[in-house]
């Protein structure tokens, strides 16, 4: 079920800067091109790339634009040079058009900081999302519902005037078909010491939104990487050209899982649409409270974002040189207590440079250093809390509003 104002508020996002016109498809297109082109030349140069099981991107490639439904991929997020150099390592001959360019999601308070990095960005098709407060409910998810959403299955693309004229709708932006979102689910890149190196965070909200609220259900592949976080670690124990010098010749391993299968995204899918027939008012025309923050709505999206995270784990899993995952890191709950307590909780599980998910460390929340840790003992893990994907975000929109603030 999607409603006609999260569509028409992915409008408004998506039309803050002129997509349409011939001048900034074409600045939008060099700029996609240039920057894939530089990082294809490094890649080339420095690294080298093993593909496994590309066939898979080029079929659910395929499949979107023959069944005019969005593309979604889902990837570990692993270094910042995860993005561009993912695409780097694909065939040039798939960027043939901007219509064939990913869309993703970038940090406001970084790829957004300053007027020339946003038009930088918005050129490269890189939607401004905010962290620390924002939540699910912001306009990159309603942009990216409304980008994987088909033109033809917009409710108001054409709607008749009082005197029975019919007034042309014009999409955001010019498309052969529904777009290619690319989501880095964790929203924090994620470095770990051994035994736990390449694991993964938990999967925020955000993305379970793009699949239950698109006007299709989108087609949902999942994507594993190794190697970036080689290239560009968090450690920043070494200068630039040092660590540059010491990553030449890491290898670059990117896997291609199968999509979700359809009828499980469709399950999740009617079970939204029951819960809009229940919860939705006559004549609403946007999300609820209930909808937002009501428990049947947040066990949902838990539950879709569980599995998702389990859809890329499984490719993981197949790697033949990384250790089995350790079970605390699919649970929500096992991740707020550790940065809560900056890893006195769990102190075995040290990362690599800083976990950026803590508050403090962003300088852009204007959080004082003295602000005071809470310390607690590490807590015994148990195997229902490690089995629980209980969701972190708020169970009401009280409490929306006081972890938003």
């Known amino acids: 079920m999607s409603y006609e104002d999260v569509l028409h508020r992915g409008d408004d996002f998506l039309n803050q800067y002129p997509r349409r016109s011939k001048a900034w498809r074409f600045f939008s297109y060099s ?6 082109g530089v990082s294809k030349l490094i890649i080339k140069t420095f690294y080298s790339v093993k593909l496994n099981n590309y066939e898979n991107l080029t079929l659910a490639r395929q499949r979107s634009q023959r069944e005019n439904r969005g593309l979604m991929t889902v990837m570990n997020h692993m ?3 995860d993005d561009p150099f993912i695409w780097a390592t694909l065939p040039m001959s798939i960027y043939t058009s901007l219509s064939n360019m990913r869309w993703c999601l970038g940090a406001h308070n970084i790829c957004f900081a300053g007027r020339i990095k946003s038009m930088f960005f918005s050129a490269g098709q890189v939607l401004s999302t905010e962290r620390f407060g924002a939540g699910p409910f912001q306009g990159a998810i309603d942009a990216s519902i409304r980008l994987l959403s088909a033109d033809d299955t917009i409710p108001y693309a054409q709607t008749s005037n009082s005197n029975g004229t019919v007034r042309k709708y014009l999409p955001p932006i010019i498309r052969e078909k529904p777009s290619w979102v690319h989501v880095y689910p964790e929203g924090f890149v ?4 051994p035994p736990f190196q390449n694991s ?3 999967f925020k909200w955000g993305i379970t939104r793009m699949i239950l609220e698109a006007t299709r259900p989108p087609i949902v592949l999942p994507i594993f990487t190794t190697g970036f976080e080689n290239i560009l670690p968090e450690d920043d124990s070494k200068s630039g050209f040092k ?11 990117v896997s ?3 999509p979700l299968d359809d ?3 469709n399950n999740y899918r009617e079970e939204w649409n029951n819960l809009v027939d229940k919860y939705r008012k006559p004549g609403e025309t946007d999300l609820n409270d209930e909808l937002k923050f009501g428990s049947e709505a947040q066990d949902l999206r838990s539950r879709l974002a569980s599995e998702l995270r389990s859809a890329v784990s499984n490719i993981r899993s197949e790697q033949p040189d990384l250790p089995k995952e350790d079970p605390r890191f699919k649970n929500p709950s096992w991740w707020k207590r550790y940065t809560q307590t900056e890893g006195q909780s769990d102190p075995d599980v040290r990362f690599i440079g800083q976990n950026w998910a803590i508050r403090r460390l962003q300088k852009f929340l204007n959080i004082g250093p003295t602000e005071k840790v809470e310390k607690t003992s590490a807590i015994p893990n148990n195997e229902k809390e490690q089995e629980n994907n209980t969701t972190l975000e708020p169970k009401s929109k009280s409490d929306f509003n006081k972890k938003n603030n």
């Open 31 to 36: 700029t996609s091109v240039f920057v894939i």
């Open 200 to 202: 993964m965070r938990y």
């Open 256 to 258: 291609f899982g199968k």
């Open 263 to 265: 009828t499980l995204v």
């Open 79 to 81: 270094s910042t040079v």
């Open 243 to 253: 660590q540059f010098v010491h990553s030449i010749g890491t290898k670059i391993n």
């Open 190 to 193: 994620l470095q770990l010491h």
